[in-house]
């Protein structure tokens, strides 16, 4: 079936580097994403990779998809405290569907 | 450029009252159209998607309902309101065969 897991809470100090893990089951997913939820908003799209991908970087934003464990991780360059959002990781559906499948999401927390 | 409205930004109603929660999308043409539901401290549900005019498909059972009377707009509507319905709802829209969803701001309800 279709899963994505992703753990729910993370917190690390101002200026360190912030990594969010993913977890997905269906490998026929051709795209994977990452999106912002900041508090009391809407998604915004930050990223995303193509599964014929390994890395993907943009800015302070490096995403990392290891095909073979199903495994996607965004790293944040030099954590700021308007950073702090939920995070959620989504799969696309098969083709033709056009949907997506989105995880739990993970809470990250920044302190100065 | 696109843009996605939906409205209103937070609702406070009784249980087995009416719901109706509007969405329009500007700058675009036959979009597909999603409803999404974030409960507290839980990911996002798919409830609705409709890829055209009074094309609706349902993802999960529930008190819910979805109609698409104009091509940009998507309506989410309930009878009568449970407890369980509170949540924050949100609108999308994506462009066929495009696995790629945009949100809209969202949408508090709270079920008193």
């Known amino acids: 079936g279709e899963d994505v897991e992703q753990s729910l809470f993370l917190s690390v100090r101002e200026g360190d580097s912030s990594v969010i893990n993913c977890t997905y089951t269906?490998?026929?997913?051709?795209?994977l994403y990452w999106y912002k939820q900041e508090p009391g908003a809407g998604l915004q799209l930050l990223t995303y990779i193509f599964s014929n991908m390994d890395m993907k970087q943009d800015q302070r934003l490096t995403v990392l998809l290891n095909k073979k464990d199903k495994h996607l991780s965004l790293r944040i360059a030099d954590t700021q405290t308007g950073d702090s959002a939920i995070y959620f990781c989504a799969e696309g559906a098969p083709r033709g569907t056009d949907k997506l499948i989105f995880g739990t999401g993970t809470r990250l927390q920044v302190f100065p | 450029s696109q843009t996605i409205h939906q409205w209103p930004a937070t609702l406070v109603q009784p249980v087995g009252s009416p719901l109706s929660l509007e969405c329009t999308v500007e700058g675009t043409s036959n979009p597909n159209l999603y409803w999404y539901r974030q409960a507290a401290g839980r990911g996002l549900q798919l409830l609705f998607y409709?890829?055209?005019?009074?094309?609706i498909s349902s993802e999960v059972p529930q008190n819910l309902s979805a109609s698409r009377p104009q091509d940009r707009q998507f309506i989410l509507s309930s009878k009568k309101l449970l407890l369980s319905d509170s949540g924050f709802y949100l609108c999308?829209?994506?462009?066929?065969?495009?696995?790629?969803?945009?949100f809209g701001e969202g949408s508090w309800l709270t079920v008193v």
């Open positions: 409709s890829i055209g005019i009074d094309q």
């Open positions: 269906d490998s026929s997913s051709t795209y």
């Open positions: 999308a829209w994506s462009v066929i065969d495009s696995n790629t969803i945009y």
